[in-house]
């Protein structure tokens, strides 16, 4: 019976996030252009690789600053490519050893010909990915006052792409164009240097099938979004999914807040701060998943899971055919099917009608008119100063 449910759960949930085009989730991340080492599978900071070589299949890994790892760490290493093209070569989870305070050694699964890594151009998609809104470059001091922030320009032609990457970039410049694929996205020019970047996308939501955690108890502080536990056993796995409490003496009980971040397993942090009063040992609060569509479309996801149960395992044809009917229209008797159906306002179908003109754009894309041909096109290779 599980079985089924989470089964069902998942197709008729995956239907309506697929239906709702204008509702998709919205997510960014942020990463370094370039070629790096992404961070400690406990979730510590990313650490920028300078150079890679390998001799034989040990690879030797040398990074800009102290990477604080110790031997035996598990390290995913990301987006490290071969004459500006990713390879697998060099990318996965390893268990290091540690050489030095900016080196350290892991072992290939293969060798890749004593090639050094080069500077990535291509970087995969997150999971649940659907749809890039943009991406952004940060230029300067991140976290400083001199940071500047600007956006990529989406190129959507194969063949202007090809040729952008006829031109030969003599210096380093920061990253201009982004060419979305499949499966990944290219920057252009091929980063020479390391940058931090933040994509701003759509994602399909994972299916609802974790139980709700309620173990030990947390402190919440006002005007604070950190969440400590004491008993607890949080997970990085718990980011994204919503945090509430349940105990109805506790100021604040009853809103959602999302869990950001992980740092421990007595500590997580939300995306906003905590609203209510201080207040510590609540036992009373849980963390769990809520479907990533309008609140008012909730109640017409058991429907289709439970029509999809009795039509499939059941064989019950006509209880699930009024479940169905109430899941598309949220009429037990209307068996329309259409999605531009007038007569219909409730359902998924009134759903996909009323969030139909739903802006879902984040940056605005200008006109470039002006812009000069591209195959003439110099970035400065000076300082300007004013007088």
Known sequence: MVASFNYYMGIYYQLMLAKLKNYKTYQNFSFLVGMYALDLTSGTAAVAISTITSVGTTATVTTGLAHGYTTSDSVAINNVAINGINTAGYNGTFTITVTSTTTFTYTL???????????????????????????????????????????????????????????????????????????????????????????????????????????????????????????????????????????????????????????????????????????????????????????????????GITGGYLKDVRKDMENSQSFLNSFWTGDTFNTSRKEDDEDVSGGLIGGMKAYSDREDQRIVSRDESNNINFLRWEPWGVTLKSS
């Open 109 to 303: 699964p293969a060798s890749v010909n004593a090639v050094a890594g080069d500077h990535a151009q291509y970087y995969n998609n997150p999971n649940g990915f659907v749809t890039v809104d943009g991406i952004t470059i940060a230029v300067g001091a991140v976290g400083t006052s001199s940071i500047i922030r600007y956006p990529l320009t989406l190129e959507s032609s194969q063949l202007d792409w090809e040729r952008y990457n006829i031109v030969p970039m003599q210096i380093a410049v920061p990253p201009q164009k982004y060419f979305p694929r499949r499966d990944d996205f290219g920057i252009w020019p091929i980063p020479r240097t390391l940058y931090t970047a933040n994509c701003y996308y759509h994602y399909r939501d994972r299916n609802l099938l974790v139980d709700d955690y309620i173990a030990g108890s947390i402190t919440l502080t006002q005007n604070s979004n950190k969440v400590t536990g004491s008993g607890t056993a949080f997970t990085s796995a718990m980011v994204g999914r919503w945090l509430e409490v349940t105990d109805t003496t506790v100021p604040g009980q009853g809103y959602f807040y999302r869990i950001n971040h992980f740092t421990s397993t007595t500590q997580v942090e939300l995306d906003s701060l905590w609203q209510g009063a201080t207040t510590s040992g609540i036992t009373g609060y849980r963390i769990g998943e809520t479907p990533e569509i309008p609140e008012d479309l909730h109640m017409y996801l058991p429907d």
